[in-house]
């Protein structure tokens, strides 16, 4: 499994991006996806997660009613809707899968298998 992390880049505080992150290769029947973030000199953070149905979603507290998790129709596609950004959302964002883990959103790295490389996203002041 292949996933393709895209839509980072540079915005000021206060903006909007929209990343998303689509799954080739060898998909599996239904999974569950994540975003994290990791900034410089700082661990992994789970940021939002989906179920496969897209029926559950569940974000970390930074991140609470600014971002919103999504699927696409096809549902191999992901979405990260974040709004109102801060400087301290600034950090490498990842999406991942988590085939193990269909109908519950998994806040936990080790549960996830299948990880994207990574799309910078930098909030200026």
């Known amino acids: 499994v292949q996933l393709q992390a895209s839509g980072g880049g540079l915005v000021q505080a206060g903006g909007s991006l929209r990343l998303s992150c689509a799954a080739s290769?060898?998909?599996?029947?239904?999974?569950?996806m994540g975003w994290f973030r990791q900034a410089p000199g700082k661990e992994r953070e789970f940021v939002g997660g989906?179920?496969?149905?897209?029926?559950?979603?569940y974000y970390g507290d930074s991140v609470k009613g600014r971002f919103t998790i999504s699927r696409g129709n096809a549902k191999n596609t992901v979405y990260l809707q974040m709004n109102s950004l801060k400087p301290e959302d600034t950090a490498v964002y990842y999406c991942?899968?988590?085939?193990?883990?269909?109908?519950?959103?998994?806040?936990?790295?080790?549960?996830?298998?299948?990880w994207g490389q990574g799309t910078q996203v930098t909030v200026s002041s």
């Open positions: 991942a899968a988590a085939p193990r883990y269909i109908n519950i959103v998994t806040t936990t790295p080790d549960d996830y298998d299948y």
């Open positions: 989906i179920s496969w149905s897209g029926g559950s979603t």
């Open positions: 290769g060898r998909t599996f029947s239904s999974y569950a």
